[in-house]
Each structure stands twice: as C-alpha cells, then as structure tokens.
Nanobody, 114 residues
C-alpha cells in the first residue's frame, strides 16, 4: 500500500496554475510535518515548501509568493497551489513526510511550456 500518493500534475502554459494533492496514509497525520519537493531532469531533488502540524509554512525563495502549501487534516491530504508558473518549475513533484525517512511516493509530473 502506497503511503503517499501525489496527483494533479500536468502540462500548463507559463503563467498558468495547477493544484497538486498528496493523499497520505500515515498515522497521526494531523501532527506530521509535510513537505513538497521537486526534481528537474539532471538536477538534485530540492525542497519547495513545508507545512508543520500547526500550519506554519516555509517556502523556497524561488517559489515564494507564487506557491501555497496547505493541508486538510480531515482528509489526510496536503496540497500545493502553484500560480504564475514558469518553465523552470518543470519537474517531478513529490510530497514527503520526514517521519517516513527515505520513503518517497511516485511523484507527479509538472510541465510548464513557454
């Protein structure tokens, strides 16, 4: 059984928006810190956004003001709203729970055309 299932990726033009979802099958989800990472071709995986169990958020400088991370604890789901997308946002996006250590889901592809 997959513990983290990402969805919502796709192809979008520059300036467009997408909302990614991550359904989590982990215990005590409401108190878990959750994060979104991304990995572009030929590059290392990088942290995009983090949300604590209490709802505090942090963002990579490259996405501040454009992306919003949120969570719905009733649905065990974390979201990433991505606005004003740029071609350099093209990557496979993964959600991650630090408590799961090295576990990663399958990711969802986001492609932004210029």
């Amino acid at each position: 059984q997959a513990l983290l299932v990402e969805s919502g990726g796709g192809l979008v033009q520059a300036g467009g928006s997408l909302r990614l979802s991550c359904a989590a099958s982990i215990s005590r989800f409401s108190i878990q810190t959750m994060a979104w990472y991304r990995q572009a071709p030929g590059k290392q995986r990088e942290l995009v956004a983090v949300i604590s169990g209490g709802g505090n958020t942090n963002y990579a400088d490259s996405v501040k003001g454009r992306f919003t991370i949120s969570r719905d604890n009733a649905k065990n789901t974390v979201y990433l709203q991505m606005d004003s997308l740029k071609p350099e946002d093209t990557a496979v996006y993964y959600c991650h729970a630090p408590s799961l250590h090295d576990y990663w889901g399958q990711g969802t592809q986001v492609t932004v055309s210029s």
